[in-house]
């Protein structure tokens, strides 16, 4: 069935990189997403990949796909304070633009 | 700059009563969802709608219903609150094209005693 699966907590020192896995089911999926989730606030699209790409790059964020394995990843380079929030994975499915929800990743970064 | 706004940040209900949660989006999009946010289930979809007066269920609809009457407006009812309706709900809006971006409002957190 319709699964989006990522790990729950990660913690890194501030300064170090982050990455942050993702698994998915439907290989017919055109985009996947990465959302973050700030505390007290909704969620915001951090970046997405669309399924003909391997990489995507946008300043600190860099973004695999390795579509025969079903795994998304995103990296995050020289972790700082800010980037402490809970981070969503998803993936889309249907005619109507329905978003498939991993449980999100809650990321700590600490001194 | 895109806006999706929810009528109430919290809210607190009793068991029994009717409760409305209320979304607005100022973007013309033909999309609208309802989610709820568990710790641990991350976002489930309840309901969504696809253009007005259309509404189609998500994957957990049991408890809830929505309407749309009008296209930048997306309402979710609770037609007789329980406990375990204690969540955060967000809803989302999209285009319905290109990269299919949906964007959320901030949130309502109910609590149902």
């Given at each position: 069935?319709?699964?989006v699966e990522q790990s729950l ?11 942050i896995n993702c698994?998915y ?7 996947l997403y990465w959302y973050k989730q700030e505390?007290?606030a909704g969620l915001q699209l951090l970046t997405y ?23 998304l990843?995103l ?10 929030a809970i981070y969503f994975c998803a993936e ?7 978003l498939i929800f991993g449980a999100g990743t809650r990321l700590?970064?600490?001194? | ?34 989610y709820?946010q568990?710790?641990g289930l991350g976002l489930r ?45 967000l809803?989302a ?9 949906q964007?959320f ?9």
């Amino acid at each position: 069935g319709e699964d989006v699966e990522q790990s729950l907590f990660l913690s890194v020192r501030e300064g170090d990189s982050s990455v942050i896995n993702c698994t998915y089911t439907d290989s017919s999926s055109t985009y996947l997403y990465w959302y973050k989730q700030e505390p007290g606030a909704g969620l915001q699209l951090l970046t997405y990949i669309f399924s003909n790409m391997d990489m995507k790059q946008d300043q600190r964020l860099t973004v695999l796909l390795n579509k025969k394995d079903k795994h998304l990843s995103l990296r995050i380079a020289d972790t700082q304070t800010g980037d402490s929030a809970i981070y969503f994975c998803a993936e889309i499915l249907g005619g109507y633009n329905k978003l498939i929800f991993g449980a999100g990743t809650r990321l700590a970064v600490h001194p | 700059d895109v806006k999706v706004t929810q009528s109430s940040r919290y809210l607190v209900k009793r068991t029994g009563e009717k409760v409305f949660l209320e979304c607005v989006q100022d973007m013309d999009h033909e999309n609208m969802f309802w989610y709820r946010q568990d710790p641990g289930l991350g976002l489930r979809l309840i309901y969504f709608s696809y253009d007005v007066k259309m509404k189609e269920k998500g994957d957990i609809p049991e408890g809830y219903s929505v309407s749309r009457e009008k296209k930048e407006r997306f309402s979710l009812i609770l037609e007789s609150a329980s406990t375990n309706q204690t969540s955060m709900y967000l809803c989302a809006s999209s285009l319905g094209q290109g990269n299919n971006e949906q964007f959320f409002g901030p949130g309502t957190r109910l609590t149902v005693l």
